[in-house]
């Protein structure tokens, strides 16, 4: 069975300041992908980021950056710089290869990030 | 312009009645799905269809039946509503389920309330 664990409930951060939500996941799957999605109070669900169990990778998007460890099975996301506008729920998700779950997503709890002006 | 459409976005409506949530999108995907978040924003798929066949039931409740006309569309319907329905209804597509991992795209959610 798949799991992602998001321990972070919430955290609380000032504008400019540098955040990590982390993210922790299982699975019995070699190959499988991870993502990160962000829901901002207005509620819908925007795609941030895809990898792939091959590519360990960080990545980085402007103020964003990605932190992929197979070897402690995370995938932990970085936001540099924080502003208000990063408000919002954070959710980590799982998915493994078409055959077995079929583009099943597993979601974890979810963090939720609040930006203090 | 709008890749992942939901109708309602709010459904208030009484114990006991039937009602529909439509998806719709337009990014030629074949895959689509149907996601469930709770009160506590627990997100749970609940159904998946790949050119409008049936791939994931999630153990959901006979009261919730999807239907998938064309490969564009997949609608919710859902007998006999209880307040325990009351959630964030979530429509996703992606370009397939082939190799696994497709990204899934989201609509704006139906927030369905149960009186």
């Known amino acids: 069975a798949q799991k992602v664990t998001q321990a972070q409930t919430e955290i609380s951060v000032v504008e400019k300041e540098d955040v990590t939500l982390d993210c922790v996941y299982e699975t019995r799957d070699t190959t499988y992908y991870l993502f990160w999605y962000k829901q901002p109070p207005s509620g819908e669900l925007v795609f941030l980021i895809r990898r792939n169990s091959f590519d360990e990778q960080n990545e980085i998007s402007g103020r964003y950056s990605w932190n992929f460890q197979k070897s402690t099975s995370s995938f932990n996301f970085t936001i540099t710089a924080s502003q208000v506008v990063d408000s919002a729920v954070y959710f980590c998700a799982l998915s493994g290869p078409g055959g077995t779950s079929y583009g099943k997503l597993t979601f974890g709890q979810g963090t939720i990030l609040t930006v203090h002006p | 312009d709008t890749a992942v459409s939901q109708t309602p976005k709010y459904l208030v409506t009484q114990m006991g009645n039937d009602k529909s949530i439509k998806c719709e999108q337009n990014?030629?995907?074949?895959?689509m799905y149907w996601y469930k978040q709770d009160s506590k924003k627990f997100l749970k798929i609940m159904f998946s269809y790949n050119n409008k066949e049936l791939i994931i039931n999630e153990t959901v409740p006979n009261r919730f039946s999807p239907k998938s006309p064309d490969k564009a569309h997949l609608n919710l319907h859902i007998n006999s509503l209880e307040l325990g329905d009351s959630a964030v209804y979530f429509c996703a597509s992606s370009s397939g389920i082939g190799s696994g991992g497709e990204t899934q795209y989201f609509g704006p959610g139906t927030r369905l309330l149960v009186l």
């Open positions: 990014l030629g995907h074949d895959t």
